[in-house]
């Protein structure tokens, strides 16, 4: 284990959020049994007091998640000298089979977090507390992640130990115990430009209906996902190559070093916040029409569809921007 | 979106009046909080700034160096394997390496020793050396040489400059022939080999063809004794990380307490908020940001204080933990390496657990029911 | 017409525990808008209580409270039966209280150690509003009760009447329909106490309700009390003319 500042403190903290985010789900538990929003006993009213300590738990763990992703992928960049054949976090995270399960896990629970964040606020803005029992539900589902992500990170960090001088033979045996790869798995940049393209255009189209007509909701929100995950699978494949201006460098990780201009943040915070509310809008998507919701819900989905697309639209121009002026061509 | 903005505004003006009213509890609150933030910073920026000088320095070191080990300790290289590795494809140039430690009695300290190309009779010395032999340039050292003979006579050519300190504080420079005769070091052996190499790939290539050859010889890379030291002073960094989880505990309960612990008055208070119209939402605000000021405030005032210990004292309050028995102990001065990064580290180690610590007690404090103000 | 309607109301604290007690048993009552109702009653009657379930400040254990002739900002349009405001939850019942109530408390609970002026303006801090805007009402207030030169005084230096006054300025800053006061003459001597009711004059002269708990006789006797309802025990014992 590497008793790296960095890797304890991600590592506390995990623990940490954990455990708050486990309080919040017993409080869940509860409020799920013996929730009655017409009842003014006691009861009610200390559930109704405890839901705003879940909230509380939620919006520091969105904060924290988003945090600690960038905290993570540093360290691992910070790590990468440690370990033979590793060139950045790319090669540190693949040092043992945990490195990037957690990093995937800590996106997942950014986005659960956000989720549930929005879902809080459109229930809170109803009288009777609509969305309550999806709300929890939803709790129930996240805690045990966010747990699970301490678990899998705490394996990641105590599986790492540096290649360091060993008492006898110096190079010899630290150099073949493994064979770490650098690279990292990159589809064909050309097909996966076309698919990037398709379904940035894709949501627009469906979120200016969406926006517009408040129809085809279920399939805006899709599109968003599609375009999530198309967005990852892209920057690895050919958007890494014009940052880096080389037809080989797919690391998704470098540009969030000084020497390309930070733009790695501008990228990820911009795909990662139109992530969050393209799920945020399909998951209102059922109550839309009940109750109180009428008021709430829909002019709720248009803000979040419209910062969707506007967020998507910027990483796209952000692309486009780099396709333009990088000072590498790839034969299109 | 204006709305939410203005209540921001006003809700924070409130709760810096409210910080400023209780004065006493919250500098204590805020003196404690800061301590804790300096002296892990301090921690980690020494450790950062030293790991990047280390880094500076092995920048020069060999490619590869080889060692021969008799039994598992290190012993000398005999010159033979010098000719041999250099006929090895791949290697540019073969240097042995005459250096060592010399136990200077007279001063208690241990002096590192190597040798340039350098007259007979004269020696190079760190400005440390300087410093414990109160020795300076065209001064004669007399150091007592193993072979019990005349001690050698030597004279001060020159005092390496304040700057290389970290590195260089203890070094005596001197001559092979001078060498030789201090340390009655056998001709026809070095310390150990310094190899220049053609192609950084073939390192670890050549390094098996050494041992092939010498199966004594212990072959160590630049890149094993980087990620060594790196190593090392992580694992340095953390076990002092680790010792002082024990005062961030303690800190943590501590801001517990004092978050749990809401007087008479201030629960009086809070009563008095929510009975003329504040929501459990709103004193939740007003907590973040009292929260939010101190955090910020011990953060602010922690890292320039730490700052200002690495950086411009040189860390004085870690020199007993990291001198041991040091006599020898280099006088320097770190550059400055603070970036980010350690920012958001230090962050997650002091700001983030204090903010969890508090959730929890400022939701209790914001949930005192309204109509308790009605009954005081 | 701005009526509180409360039908079979009760509130109990400590369920089930030795130290169940029921604070107010079985009340149906009606305020009337723009009138004077005086809630009369030894200590432990319930009438405490009774106010912080009308004003909105605490939900009943059972029964109904309905207030009509005010609109929230959540409702398409004024409901004329008016708004069941029972299970709302804390953030809807406190926008429909910073709108529609003004409490002046026992003990005028205002807050050490910060000025009169910003003391009045407190209720107005967490409701978004311009901090100019709810000032300069503020200062009006104070003009209003003769006490603007106290403005950036700390309260300390107040005397009872005058802390009365800004107690009753800050009940008014977000301009309630309804005024509720808890023993405003407690604390006070004859001739502040009979200052305090024609201040109450003006108030429902303006077109205010105002309801107010009280054993001291200038107040229930007083000619503006529009009507009495005795409690004891959390039951009304007996209720005056009805209007």
Partial sequence: MILHPAVLSLMTMSLLVGIMVLLAGAVGVRILISWNIKSGSELQLSLERQTYLVSTILAYTFVFQILSLFLYIYTADNLHGLFVGAMCAVGTLNVNEYGYPVLMLKVLNFLLAGTWL?????????????????????????????????????????????????????????????????????????????????????????GLVFYRKGRGGWFFSAASMVAFLVGVASLISFISLYIYELPTHHCPFCCLQKEYGYIGYALYATLLGGAVTGLGAGVLMPWRNRGSMVRVIPKLQRTLTLATVILYLLFTLIVLYRMKFSALTLGW | MNKAIERHKNILEFSLSSLLRRKTKNASLLAIYTLIVFAIASLLFFLSALKRESILILKDAPDMVVQRMVAGRQDLVPLVYAKEIASLRGVRKVTPRLWGYYYDAPSGGNLTVMTAAMPAGFIKIGSGVSRLRRATVADVIVLQSYDNEVPLMLEIKEVLPYESELAAADLVIMSDLDFRKLFKFPQGHATDLALTVANSRELSTLAEKIVDRYPDARPILKSEMLRTYDSIFDW??????????????????????????????????????????????????????????????????GVIAAYVHVYFFSAPLFQPVLKGW??????????????????????FLTVAPYTFATIIPCWRAATIDPDAAMRS | M??????????????????????????????????????KGPSGSGKTTLMTLIGCMARPTSGRIVLSGMRAAWMTSEDPSGVEITSLPE??????RRRTFGFVFQQFNLLKGISVLENVMLPAYPTGEDHHVFAARAGELLEQFSIARHAKSPVEWLSGGEL?????ARALINDPAVIIADEPTAHLDTALSREFMTIVGTLKQAGRTILIASHDPIVYDSP??????EMRDGVITSSGPKL
């Fill in chain 3, 2 to 39: 701005n009526m509180i309607s409360l039908t079979n109301i009760t509130k109990s604290f400590h369920v089930g525990k030795a130290s169940h007690f029921v604070a107010v048993n079985d009340v149906s009552l009606d305020i009337a808008p723009a009138k004077v109702t005086i809630l």
């Fill in chain 3, 224 to 229: 503006l009390a529009d009507r009495v309802v």
């Fill in chain 3, 91 to 96: 953030r809807f019942l406190n926008d429909i």
């Fill in chain 2, 326 to 347: 040091s006599v020898l102990y280099p006088q320097f001065k770190l550059v400055p390496a603070v970036d980010a990064y350690q920012l958001g580290v230090l962050f």
């Fill in chain 1, 118 to 206: 929005i879902v809080n606020y459109a229930d809170t803005q109803g009288f009777d507390y609509p969305l309550i029992r999806a709300k929890y539900a939803l709790l129930l589902l996240i805690a045990p992640l966010v747990l699970f992500e301490a678990y899998e990170q705490y394996q990641y960090f105590s599986g790492l130990h540096a290649d360091i001088i060993t008492s006898c033979c110096g190079a010899l045996f630290s150099q073949d115990t493994r064979n770490i790869s650098g690279d990292i798995a990159a589809l064909p940049a050309r097909p996966m430009a076309i698919v990037f393209f398709a379904a940035m255009a894709a949501t627009f189209a469906s």
């Fill in chain 3, 164 to 168: 009365q006054r800004v107690a009753i």
């Fill in chain 2, 236 to 301: 340095r960094g953390g076990m002092m990380l680790v010792m002082m989880i024990a005062a961030v505990l303690s800190f943590i309960i501590f801001a517990w307490d004092r978050a749990t612990g809401l007087s008479a008055e201030e629960r009086k208070e809070i009563g008095i908020l929510k009975s003329i119209g504040w929501e459990t939402s709103d004193v939740l605000l007003l907590k973040f940001w009292e929260g939010a000021v101190i955090s910020l405030s011990a953060f602010f005032f």
